[in-house]
Structures are given as structure tokens and as C-alpha cells.
């Protein structure tokens, strides 16, 4: 991110790039929103706006990845318990098939969303 923006500038692409609406930033950081909609207009603003959503998409992406893994760690661990009933196991195992039916690999999945989004300059800019 360009050290070129005030700090006022840099809150600002951050919280753009955390989803926050317009008019909740310039009240955040004390400036009319016509500011926030000009400094959206200069390329250093831009550029900075599209590495911080960048950096927050892969945060994200990663995040998902991380819950993922616990998440099969612990069906893994319950399915492997010899004390919880086979009945339990099956309906376990049953659910987790279904929810998983048609999901392909969540890696891939991940880093195409992650691409598509990046593509799209209307998102990387913040102006959705």
C-alpha cells in the first residue's frame, strides 16, 4: 500500500475494502462524502484500493480454507470415536456426503472466486 495517502486515506481503503458503505466512512472519518468520492477518482487511491482488496480477499479465501480442515478434522475424529454408536457414524457420514455433493474441490473453488473478483473492476474498486 502507497505511504503517498494521509492516514485519513488509508482508513478509508481499508474499510472500502472491508465492505463498509460511503457514508459510514466519511462519518467515521470525519469527511463529506463528495472527499471520499474524489479520492476514490485519483489512481494512487485506486491502486492502493485494489492491493488492500486483494489482501483481504486472500484473507478471507484462507479463513475458509482453515474452518474447512477443522472442520473434517473433527467429522474425521467422530467417525473414528469407538464409543459413539454406528448409527450416529452413518447419519454423520450421510450429511457430511450430502453437503459435499456437487462441491468439486473447495481449493479450486476458493481461488476461482478469488480470481473473478479480482477480475472485476467494479469490486476491486469498491464501487458495488
Known amino acids: 500500500m502507497s505511504i ?3 492516514e ?6 481499508h474499510l472500502i475494502a472491508s465492505g ?8 467515521q472519518i470525519g469527511i463529506r462524502e463528495e472527499t471520499l468520492s474524489r479520492w476514490r477518482q485519483e ?5 492502493a484500493l485494489e492491493d488492500t482488496t486483494e ?4 484473507e478471507i479465501v484462507e479463513t475458509h480454507k482453515n474452518i474447512l480442515i477443522k472442520c473434517q478434522s473433527i467429522i474425521v ?5 469407538e464409543n459413539l ?3 450416529k457414524k452413518a447419519n454423520i457420514a450421510l450429511r457430511y ?3 459435499m455433493r456437487g462441491k468439486g474441490d473447495i481449493s479450486q473453488k476458493s481461488s476461482e472466486t478469488l480470481k473473478e473478483h479480482l477480475d472485476d473492476k467494479e469490486f476491486k474498486f469498491g464501487i458495488i
Open 4 to 6: 503517498k495517502l494521509n
Open 8 to 13: 485519513n486515506q488509508l482508513i478509508a481503503v
Open 20 to 27: 463498509v458503505k460511503a457514508s459510514n466512512i466519511s462519518k
Open 43 to 47: 489512481d494512487i487511491f485506486k491502486e
Open 55 to 58: 489482501i483481504i480477499l486472500k
Open 77 to 81: 475424529d467422530t467417525l473414528n470415536d
Open 85 to 87: 454408536d454406528i448409527l
Open 97 to 99: 456426503l450430502s453437503l
